[in-house]
T-cell receptor
Framework: EAGVVQSPRYKIIEKKQPVAFWCNPI?????LYWYRQNLGQGPELLIR????????DSQLPKDRFSAERLKGVDSTLKIQPAELGDSAVYLC????????????FGPGTRLTVT | GENVEQHPSTLSVQEGDSAVIKCTYS??????FPWYKQELGKRPQLIID?????GEKKDQRIAVTLNKTAKHFSLHITETQPEDSAVYFC???????????FGAGTTVTVRA
């Protein structure tokens, strides 16, 4: 079974530039999550999707961050414009959405904003 | 919301010894407690989990215990090996089992 796929793996941009991250979840997983992991910390949830619906985006900084999950499969997370403090690893995870709750993570995109 | 605290932040053990990591949580409604292992530059990998209706779970050299009354849970690794060196994260769910709140992580180093 293929795992969660993310691209790109690394991205370096200048501040104020836009950036986008892509995620393909495990086949059959209806629930998709985006997390941000700062250096030396645990992941923090940004947004959760059930199929194509964003059911929890309370932690998403909506002034500059946006996300979409068209057709309830792949998802894109966008930052526009990026700030220095956005440098982090952006992780995508997926789960079946029912019990059990196991979330499986992708390899992440390491974003560096200069 | 859920607040998860994890201790210690770093742990160095001799190969063959045991390692114990402890976490506390704040939301008494939390019912699922996974542990993730993250090697440098790699994805977090689920290594073991426990649900609130179980007090202990074991899988080969790793075990997790849960004390719901005290709201704490622990990871135990026995007979540690160099490949156990990594950052370990505990987590607890809220929001109906979907929202994971993570601890800050424990960097485990196994000395050969």
């Amino acid at each position: 079974e293929a795992g969660v796929v993310q691209s790109p793996r690394y991205k370096i941009i200048e501040k104020k530039q836009p950036v986008a991250f892509w995620c393909n979840p495990i086949s059959g997983h209806n629930t998709l999550y985006w997390y941000r992991q700062n250096l030396g910390q645990g992941p923090e949830l940004l947004i959760r999707y059930e199929n194509e619906e964003a059911v929890d985006d309370s932690q998403l900084p909506k002034d500059r961050f946006s996300a979409e999950r068209l057709k309830g499969v792949d998802s894109t997370l966008k930052i526009q414009p990026a700030e220095l403090g956005d440098s982090a690893v952006y992780l995508c995870a997926s789960s079946t959405g029912g019990e059990p709750y196991e979330q499986y993570f992708g390899p992440g995109t390491r974003l560096t904003v200069t | 919301g859920e607040n998860v605290e994890q201790h210690p932040s770093t742990l160095s053990v001799q190969e063959g010894d045991s390692a114990v990591i402890k976490c506390t949580y704040s939301d008494s409604a939390s019912n699922y407690f996974p542990w993730y292992k993250q090697e440098l530059g790699k994805r977090p990998q689920l290594i073991i989990d426990i649900r609130s209706n179980v007090g202990e779970k074991k899988d080969q050299r790793i075990a997790v215990t849960l004390n719901k009354t005290a709201k704490h849970f622990s990871l135990h690794i026995t007979e540690t090996q160099p490949e156990d060196s990594a950052v370990y994260f505990c987590a607890a769910t809220s929001g109906g089992g979907y929202k994971l709140s993570f601890g800050a992580g424990t960097t485990v180093t196994v000395r050969a």
